[in-house]
Every structure is written in C-alpha cells, then in structure tokens.
DNA sequence: ACTTATCCTACTACATTAGTAGGATACAAA
DNA sequence: TTTGTATCCTACTAATGTAGTAGGATAAGT
C-alpha cells in the first residue's frame, strides 16, 4: 500500500506547473530545482504526465511546461492516472479481472468498497486544493 | 497502492478460524483448502498471524487455530498489521521519519489525511462483518 | 554555428513479492 | 515404541517492480 515515486513526484511536478500559471509556464530544470527531483528522473514523468493530456508544451525547447486545465479541474486521481492504469488495491477490485469465486468471496466486496473510497478521496481533492495556501483545510 | 498477497490471504485465513469459533479450531490443512492458498505459504502467513497475537494454538499438533479475542474486537487495521509495520502510503507521512522540508511541503499534508482515512476505514470494519452473511452492508 | 531544452530508447542495481524446499520437532494413535 | 502427520523453522529463488542513469537525436532560440 505504497504510493510510488513516480505519482509523488509527479503531483510535485504538476503543482510546481500550476504555480507558474501567470507567467506562462516552467521548464523541466525549474521543477527538478526547486522540488528536488533527479532531471533525467523528471523527464519520464513528464513524459507521462504529457501524454495523460493533463499539461503541455508549445514548443520542444524553452516555452515551458503548462497546465491543459485549470487547477481545480484536475484531481489527484487524474495525476495518479497518469501513471497508473486504474486504482486496484487488490487484483479482484478490478471488474476485468473478476475470478469465479467472488460471489461467495465477502473479502472482494471489503477491499472493493475501500479501494472505492480512496478512489474517491482522491477525486475529490483538486490540484488548487494543494497549490494554494497550505494552512486551508482539504475538506 | 496494492495489498500484498500476505495482508490478503492473511485476512482470509482469520475469517476461516473465525468461521470455527464454535467447533474449535481449524488445521492448516483445511485453511489451505477452503480458501485455496498453498499450504507451504500459508505456514509463513499463519507464523506471523500468531505474532502477532491475533490468534493461536495449543499443541504443535491437530489441536487447530483459535482466535484469541472476538471477531468484533479484531479489525482489519490489526490483521494487516500483523504483515505491516503500520499503514503509510508514502514514506513522509510516517511520523518517525520526517523529512526537514515537510513543513513547506503541501503534498505531504494531503498525502497525510489520505493515509489516516484509509487507515480509519480499516479500523472501523471488524473481522466480524465479514465473518457474517456477505450480504449484510459493512458501514 | 552554437548552445541547450526536450525527446526517445535502452539499460541497470536493488528491493520486494510470492512463493518453494527441506529438515526438525512435537504429539497422537497404533 | 514406532510411525504418521501437524507444526515449526531457516534458507533459498524466480519473477517483477522500482527508481533511477546513460547516451544520443532532435528542435529551436541567439
């Protein structure tokens, strides 16, 4: 149960994105800077983070990396998604993946409502939520 | 932001001991066999599952695996952490091992409040509910 | 022309996961 | 008392995922 590097960085990235929204975008160097990520990291999650659709850039050199939405319009989920299929805490939880057993299987339907709850929690919390002052409350 | 086959097929074995309250105990054997798990890796789950106190036995041989409190008293919270330190989706949110910058770190705080959700959600559901009919709603 | 940001593919050390293997020990029944 | 078998205990391993690094190609601003 273990978020990995690449989601963290990522959301980091994309609020680092979202903070340079006034004066039209940031380049790779600024966000391995000041959110202390390895560049050649960096790349590959902006890589990904691009082609999810949630940000972009107008050139392939210096115009800087911004948002494709406002940053209430994009969810921690959608930043997870950028690197992750789906939310599945366990296999079962998928519907794709459903094995013969699960109807009678009560550990399916228990994983399956908390990986819809967390799915949730993270739907609901927008990248403004995080971009802005730290002391408002998420919720 | 999987669980692992131990957290998952530890929580099955102690529903199937739960399910023997009454006749008491249930063998390694008959574990292994209802909830379809290879009997040589459900001896380490079993191992870690007496741990961690959850439950026992009394004679190294044919006596059967008890639980040692009520499935009411026993949460899914304390059956995964029979396998787990404790519930930390990202390293930084495990109080012992703040990094210095966590105090200007937005993602840390909502990183935190997700961690303590999920971790209640699995407090709150005991291993009672889902010992009982599946049918019956959980919250 | 030169510099540098970005893009793209490949590679890798390390840790974790999901088990297996094999023997030692304990105990009950014959 | 021997034998069968449940449990205990330590070690090993194949496959996969994680968290990067390396190096060159391309594109564009100056």
């Known amino acids: 149960m273990k978020l990995n590097t690449k989601v963290r960085y990522g959301l980091r990235a994309m609020i680092e994105i979202a903070k340079h929204r006034e004066n039209g975008g940031v380049l790779q160097k600024e966000i391995a800077n000041t959110q202390e990520i390895p560049i050649?990291?960096?790349?590959?999650?902006?890589?990904q983070l691009k082609t999810s659709g949630l940000m972009t850039n107008f050139s392939s050199k210096g115009s800087g990396y911004i948002l494709t939405k406002k940053p209430n319009e994009i969810s921690i989920y959608d930043i997870y998604r950028a690197f992750e299929p789906e939310l599945a805490i366990v296999?079962?939880?998928?519907?794709h993946n459903m094995c013969k057993k699960s109807n009678e299987c009560p550990t399916r339907?228990?994983?399956?409502?908390?990986n819809t709850k967390i799915k949730n929690?993270?739907?609901?919390?927008?990248?403004?939520d995080l971009v802005t002052t730290k002391k408002e409350p998420y919720n």
């Open 121 to 128: 929690e993270m739907m609901q919390v927008k990248l403004a």
């Open 109 to 114: 339907d228990y994983w399956f409502q908390l």
């Open 40 to 47: 050649k990291y960096l790349e590959h999650i902006i890589n």
């Open 91 to 95: 296999d079962c939880t998928c519907e």
